[in-house]
């Protein structure tokens, strides 16, 4: 199972722990957590552009700023980029276990030509037939309310996006801040594959003007974690089908992934 | 996540391959592509060998080596097919012309950066080409581009990313299709799309790779072509959950050149279609009909009349003034 959160966000954090570090949290849970920062026709400023950046690069993800009209395309982009990434990650690691050798030279990039041509061929695979869980949590304070249209229809958009991969996808999505103090994140739908559910999702929206990112994200951690305990039908491990003849991988990246 | 790196590199410049250890000479700079650029390339003969002729290739530098080496996967994948059916059947023009030359790594300002070499198609882009050559072609492009879909469909690949730029009309009305990066196997999600040609964008159907998604993005790739203004506008106007199928439609209804082909291009937008095969098919036939018909509309007036004959009305009306002044008639 490959994990992901994505922020969507369009400033600073103003409560609460620092965003990076909830980040890091996050990377080390084995969820990789991407941000976008959304932009009108003004900027984001120095300060909130350099926390996006700082996010991403603790939780592990990518990070792009961009204008609402950009945030389908980029949205998609990142998911995909970050899965190649995630199994690219955990390739390479494999790679420095089986070679023996610990120095940062041992990559599938400096594999010769026909062995990269080969691993590749199985990472593809796997980005296509790995299950995945992406968690959307979404800034709503009062800048955002403009831009949640647009959110919206990104998501919808992500969802076709992911509803073509062979593997199982699914998206949840949290938006932040809460309607009362100690409450950081709300859940607006839980684990989905259905393109249905998408629609409509910022109803009921209490808009406030704190932006609690650290603790949101730490929130969405919590779910992660509390989620995959309770269910049986999260088995953390590649689908058998992108381990095909003599690979012989299976059950040897599930300790790294999960 | 490691941001892509452009390699920028002079005309002059030499990439020789550590594995294969072929010289190549960047003459120029022929485009950017999704995941690299692409130069136009001689190879370098080692040993001073001038007795054979230059020869040219199109030669892609990479950005993500992952990414790169899938396409170059995708690409090798397409020679073997080829290869395949070459084998036994005699070799034409086109059989002889390899999608993938070599692919191999270069080492750039001390940084290992992947390469591939393919073989240079002389031509222009499409869009290119219809703006020079006139509508008239487009009947007899579209089915040659119909059959190159079909030999890739046929051989469970979907294209992914057709878009203007990404075909390339050879002198000879023959066409190309340029930057594989969005080459998927057909049943998996499409790899690399452009918003504007994709099916999910505008509501009508899912990204799987299937026959019907290049279909669709070819009746896209048409509306673009003759009424790229519309499409902008109906993009810029609609609301993306209510923009759909009729849209483009409505655009297509509106263009004289696309009239004959209005429901070939319907049943490609509401994949309604069968197979490639059957959609090349109708199309040529449509298009054969098409270049039998008689003019409805003549050329348009060129400018240069239209500018000519306002000057001598100009003329004309200063001369009537003049010559109404010199008889100062109205004192009688």
């Known amino acids: 199972m490959l994990r992901q959160i994505l922020l969507i966000t369009d400033g600073c954090s103003n409560v609460g722990v620092q965003p990076a570090v909830a980040a890091a949290q996050a990377r080390d849970a084995g969820i990789a957590v991407n941000v976008v920062g959304i932009v009108d026709e003004g900027t984001i400023g120095e300060y909130g552009a350099a926390e996006i950046a700082d996010i991403a690069r603790a939780g592990g993800g990518i990070s792009r700023i961009v204008n609402q009209r950009q945030l389908a395309q980029t949205m998609q982009m990142m998911t995909r980029k970050t899965v190649v990434q995630t199994i690219h990650q955990a390739v390479n690691h494999e790679l420095k276990h089986i070679l023996g050798r610990e120095e940062e030279s041992v990559r599938v990039e400096v594999l010769p030509p026909e062995q990269r041509a080969e691993v590749v061929r199985v990472m593809d695979e796997m980005g296509e037939e790995t299950p995945l869980r992406v968690a959307l949590l979404i800034d709503t304070s009062a800048s955002m309310k403009p831009k949640l249209p647009a959110v919206e229809e990104a998501i919808h958009d992500l969802m076709l996006s992911l509803q073509a991969r062979k593997g199982k996808s699914e998206l949840s999505v949290f938006h932040f801040p809460g309607s009362h103090g100690d409450e950081h994140a709300v859940m607006d739908m839980d684990w989905a594959a259905d393109m249905n559910r998408v629609r409509r999702l910022f109803q009921r929206l209490n808009i406030r003007g704190t932006t609690p990112t650290g603790p949101a994200l730490l929130h969405v951690i919590d779910f992660y974690q509390y989620d995959s305990r309770a269910r049986t039908d999260n088995i953390p491990y590649y689908s058998s089908s992108s381990n095909r003849e003599g690979t012989g991988t299976d059950g040897v990246w599930s300790d790294y992934i999960v | ?332």
């Not at chain 2, 487009?138 to 890739?152: A, H, Q």
């Not at chain 2, 057909?186 to 009508?204: H, L, P, V």
């Open chain 2, 1 to 332: 996540m490691q941001e892509m790196r452009a390699a920028v590199l002079k005309s002059g410049e030499k990439i020789t391959g550590l594995w294969n250890n072929r010289t190549y000479r960047i003459v120029r700079l022929l485009g950017q592509g999704a995941n690299g650029v692409v130069y136009y390339v001689e190879r370098v003969r080692s040993n001073g060998d001038h007795s054979r002729p230059v020869e040219g290739y199109a030669l892609k530098v990479g950005g993500d080596a992952i990414e790169f080496q899938s396409e170059i996967n995708a690409l090798k994948a397409l020679e073997k097919i080829k290869r395949q059916q070459a084998s036994g059947s005699r070799v034409g023009r086109d059989e002889a012309r390899p999608f993938l030359v070599e692919a191999d790594d270069t080492e750039i300002a001390g940084q290992k950066i992947p390469f591939y070499v393919m073989r240079y198609v002389p031509g222009m882009t499409l869009s290119v080409y219809m703006r020079k050559r006139g509508s008239d072609w487009f009947g007899f492009i579209g089915g040659k581009l119909l059959s190159r879909l079909e030999w890739l469909h046929e051989n469970g690949w979907v294209f992914g990313d057709i878009k203007a730029d990404n075909v390339l009309v050879r002198q000879d009305g023959d066409v190309e299709l340029v930057d594989y990066g969005g080459l998927t196997p057909a049943g998996s999600s499409i790899r690399q799309f452009t918003e504007w040609y994709d099916r999910g964008y505008w509501n009508a159907g899912s990204r799987v790779a299937d026959f019907g998604y290049d279909l669709f993005s070819f009746a896209v790739l048409t509306v673009h072509l003759f009424n790229e203004e519309k499409l902008k506008q109906r993009i810029a106007g609609v609301l993306p959950q209510i923009r759909q199928r009729e849209d483009l439609m409505a655009i297509i209804r509106e263009c004289p050149v696309l009239n004959p082909y209005e429901s070939w291009l319907c049943r490609a937008i509401h994949s309604k279609f069968h197979s490639t095969r059957q959609a090349k098919e109708e199309w040529v036939r449509i298009s054969k009909q098409v270049y039998r018909m008689p003019r409805r509309a003549p050329r348009p007036t060129p400018s240069w009349l239209k500018m000519s004959f306002a000057g001598s009305a100009l003329l004309l009306l200063i001369s009537v003034l003049y010559w109404a002044w010199r008889e100062q008639w109205w004192l009688g």
